[in-house]
């Protein structure tokens, strides 16, 4: 009997929200797979985790966690001791250990310029929310993207908390130690310096990681076979050993 896929359950980043995994969506349906783009609140880690763990919930069967930039964080919480959750996809994301916040892994390599491409006001609740400049969003987040996309993406990215971003990893068991992961990002990346990404991959013991020359950050935006490749490798991977399993 051949073991059922998993749902691919996508989670965005900070300063993009959930049509930017339109793409990779596409690629997935068009091989029969289940995949869903969770609107990521972007208001505080615990927070956001919570809400996609609530959205796991509503989901029967084996699921795939996947996530972008911020969101790589959000899913280590959010798959943290869920035993729903077969694979970790990292999608040009952060890989935290326990602890760790999104400023400090940016700050962990140089070659990221993102503090200077933004700009930040207060919110009502306390605090800051950032946004990243929309003249600087072409070139700072999105470089190998037509210019007409990227002033769409710019026009509808989802603002972060400065809480998001500065808040520690809260479990004292990241998912990747005990559900296998993959990882993919590119060479240009201007917000998450490559070489974050190459120690993250290491740090999870990467069951496969693929670095796309030319990728920029947005790269679920300009590369999504890449990404869905890599996806499907996770679905294929537990296929694989639930057949061997049986």
């Known amino acids: 009997m051949t073991a059922q896929k998993p749902t691919i359950v996508l989670v965005?980043?900070?300063?993009?929200?959930?049509?930017?995994?339109?793409?990779?969506?596409?690629?997935?349906?068009?091989?029969?797979?289940?995949?869903?783009?969770?609107?990521?609140?972007?208001?505080?880690?615990?927070?956001?985790?919570?809400?996609?763990?609530?959205?796991?919930?509503?989901?029967?069967g084996p699921i795939v966690l996947v996530g972008h930039s911020?969101?790589?964080?959000?899913?280590?919480?959010?798959?943290?001791?869920?035993?729903?959750?077969?694979?970790?996809?990292?999608?040009?994301?952060?890989?935290?250990?326990?602890?760790?916040?999104?400023?400090?892994?940016?700050?962990?390599?140089?070659?990221?310029?993102?503090?200077?491409?933004?700009?930040?006001?207060?919110?009502?609740?306390?605090?800051?929310?950032?946004?990243?400049?929309p003249e600087l969003f072409h070139h700072q987040f999105a470089a190998d993207v037509s210019p007409e996309v990227a002033?769409?993406?710019?026009?509808?990215?989802?603002?972060?908390?400065?809480?998001?971003?500065?808040?520690?990893?809260p479990t004292d068991r990241p998912a990747w130690r005990d559900i296998p992961s993959w990882h993919v990002f590119?060479?240009?990346?201007l917000n998450i310096p490559v070489a974050v990404h190459r120690a993250g991959a290491e740090r999870a013991g990467s069951r496969g990681t693929h670095e796309i020359a030319g990728a920029s950050h947005a790269i679920s935006v300009s590369q999504p076979a890449a990404v869905a490749a890599t996806i499907a490798e996770a679905g294929k991977a537990y296929v694989a050993s639930q057949e061997i399993a049986a």
């Open 12 to 60: 965005h980043g900070a300063f993009a929200e959930s049509s930017s995994w339109n793409g990779v969506i596409a690629q997935l349906q068009q091989h029969d797979v289940r995949a869903i783009a969770v609107a990521n609140p972007l208001r505080s880690l615990a927070g956001d985790a919570a809400y996609v763990r609530d959205v796991l919930a509503s989901i029967e």
């Open 70 to 133: 911020y969101g790589g964080l959000v899913i280590t919480e959010a798959a943290a001791g869920n035993e729903a959750v077969v694979g970790l996809v990292y999608v040009a994301a952060f890989v935290p250990e326990t602890g760790q916040s999104a400023f400090e892994l940016s700050n962990s390599a140089p070659g990221g310029t993102l503090g200077d491409a933004l700009t930040a006001y207060p919110v009502t609740g306390g605090g800051d929310e950032f946004a990243i400049r």
């Open 186 to 189: 590119g060479d240009q990346d």
């Open 151 to 169: 002033a769409l993406m710019a026009a509808t990215q989802r603002p972060v908390t400065q809480a998001a971003l500065s808040d520690g990893l």
